[in-house]
């Protein structure tokens, strides 16, 4: 496995394997591997010829007031782990390779991104499509492995590359969560045990959601909503959000939905955690069966 930090021997590499006829795969990544990343390893590496696995805390996705500093970081966990699930290139850069301190150019979705996080993380998003536009670029990819966890960007990407009409084929793959329910994340690593013990709060909200969503019209949103929100206020430090919306279009779901995804974002202590499920619905059916 080879390990890449210029950006430039990275864009080469890819350059002179794409002109032998080589597939890449990348998967996009802040490191601090667990085995929800490495799922996205195995669904790249099924995909492509070579997987690129980029590890790369990116400076401009983070806020001024938020986590950057103290973001996990063990590179040599990530090459090990990258090793064993069979993936050929760690590409690894330096931030001031990947930014000119002069740089004034930004790739930027602006509707899906304007809620949910977007709204409460100013700059995220532009942050987040800005980088893997980057990667795509440095790596060459045909086909990129995205994480359900983060479901609004991978709604995002998928936009930016149609949009921009990027030859990449995007990939979202499932969530991955612990035994006790939680969604693997890096961020984990900061909780407490009695923070831990309190954010299983999150799947179980989700866990119970998904059957009033089925059975419950469109006009039971909101007080499912309401519900969902109070239970999680029980055990939070504080909820940034709870969401139902219409799985494509991240609008209010209207009787022609046929997914819902239903967004959470809370913080135990000062980490904030967000969880997320998809649940197929089909009100219009049940609408037009009682009339
Ligand atoms: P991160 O390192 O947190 O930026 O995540 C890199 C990629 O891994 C993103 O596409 C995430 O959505 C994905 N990912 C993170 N956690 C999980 C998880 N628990 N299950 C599946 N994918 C995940």
Known sequence: ??????????????????????RI??????????AGHLSLIDAARKRADIVVVTVFVNPIQFGPQEDL??????????????????????FAPRPEDMYAPDRSTWVEETRLSQGLCGALR?????????V????????QAEVAVFGQKDAQQALVIRRMVRDLNFPVEVVVSPLVRDEDGVALSSRNSYLSADERERARVLSRTLRAAAPALRSAGLEALEAIREAMALEIGKCADRVDYVEILDADTLEKPTLDTREVLVL??????KTRLIDNTLVQVNWKEACSCAN
């Open 132 to 139: 893997v536009a980057k990667l795509f670029l440095l790596t």
């Open 1 to 22: 496995m080879k390990i890449i930090q210029s950006p430039r021997e990275m864009q080469e590499f890819a350059l002179a394997a794409r002109r032998e006829g080589k």
């Open 122 to 130: 100013p700059g995220h998003f532009r942050g987040v499509t800005t």
């Open 264 to 269: 959470l974002a809370a913080y135990f202590g």
């Open 69 to 90: 500093e103290q973001y996990p970081r063990d590179f040599e966990h990530d090459r090990r782990a990258c090793e064993a699930h069979g993936a050929d290139v760690v």
């Open 25 to 34: 795969g990348v998967v996009p990544t802040m490191g601090f591997l667990h």
